[in-house]
T-cell receptor, first 111, second 112 residues
C-alpha cells in the first residue's frame, strides 16, 4: 500500500532556511501536498505540486519533487518563530480516492 | 460559513462503551474523510466518502463505522471503544481528494 515517510523533528535558528523532507512509495502519486498544523488546531494547506512539475515556488516556500527517487522537499526561507508547527506531506493519485498523509515533521524555530 | 465542525472537542470513554463523533460541513463538498493522529504515526485515514450514500475504508478502519446519509454530515461511530483508540480525530472535507482539504478542529478521545 501507500507509505509516506518523514523525519520527526527539525530544529533551526530564526532567519535560517528550513528543509523538510518526505519520501513516498506510490509511483502513481499524481498530486503532492504540504500541510501545516499549528498547536491545538487542524491542518491547513500550504502548497502543492503536480507530478509533472519539478519545482514550485510560492513566496518563502519552495517545493522540490524528484520523481525518480520519490522524494519531496519543502524549503522555508528566512524561517520565523511563527513557522514553528508540524508539517505534513500528503499524496494522492488520479486513480484513487484516498489522500495519504505522512508521519509529520515537527519544526522548532529558536531565536 | 462555519467550515468543518466537529463535536465534541473532548471525550473520555470507558473500554467497551460506544459513541459517535460528529462532523459537519457547510461548503457542499462531496468528499469527506476521517483521520486519527497519533504521536510518531502522523495522520492515518480511517474512512472516507466520495458522496452521499458512498463510503469506503481507509488505512485503519477496524473498530470504526461511518455513514453518509447527507452531503453535510459524516459521523464516525466507535461500537466498542478500546484503549488503542485513544487519539485525536480529525474530519476533513474537499470537493475531491485531489483538491484542498479543509480540516475540523479535532476531537481528543481518551479510552480508559
Amino acid at each position: 500500500g501507500e507509505d509516506v515517510e518523514q523525519s520527526l523533528f527539525l530544529s533551526v535558528r530564526e532567519g535560517d532556511s528550513s528543509v523538510i523532507n518526505c519520501t513516498y512509495t506510490d509511483s502513481s502519486s499524481t498530486y503532492l501536498y504540504w500541510y501545516k498544523q499549528e498547536p491545538g488546531a487542524g491542518l491547513q494547506l500550504l502548497t502543492y505540486i503536480f507530478s509533472n512539475m519539478d519545482m514550485k515556488q510560492d513566496q518563502r516556500l519552495t517545493v522540490l519533487l524528484n520523481k525518480k527517487d520519490k522524494h519531496l522537499s519543502l524549503r522555508i526561507a528566512d524561517t520565523q518563530t511563527g513557522d514553528s508547527a508540524i508539517y505534513f506531506c500528503a499524496e494522492t493519485a488520479f486513480n484513487t480516492d484516498k489522500l495519504i498523509f505522512g508521519t509529520g515533521t515537527r519544526l522548532q524555530v529558536f531565536p | 460559513n462555519a467550515g468543518v465542525t466537529q463535536t465534541p472537542k473532548f471525550q473520555v470513554l470507558k473500554t467497551g462503551q460506544s459513541m459517535t463523533l460528529q462532523c459537519a460541513q457547510d461548503m457542499n463538498h462531496e468528499y469527506m474523510s476521517w483521520y486519527r493522529q497519533d504521536p510518531g504515526m502522523g495522520l492515518r485515514l480511517i474512512h472516507y466518502s466520495v458522496g452521499a450514500g458512498i463510503t469506503d475504508q481507509g488505512e485503519v478502519p477496524n473498530g470504526y463505522n461511518v455513514s453518509r446519509s447527507t452531503t453535510e454530515d459524516f459521523p464516525l461511530r466507535l461500537l466498542s471503544a478500546a484503549p488503542s483508540q485513544t487519539s485525536v480525530y480529525f474530519c476533513a472535507s474537499g470537493p475531491r481528494p485531489r483538491n484542498e482539504q479543509f480540516f475540523g478542529p479535532g476531537t481528543r478521545l481518551t479510552v480508559l
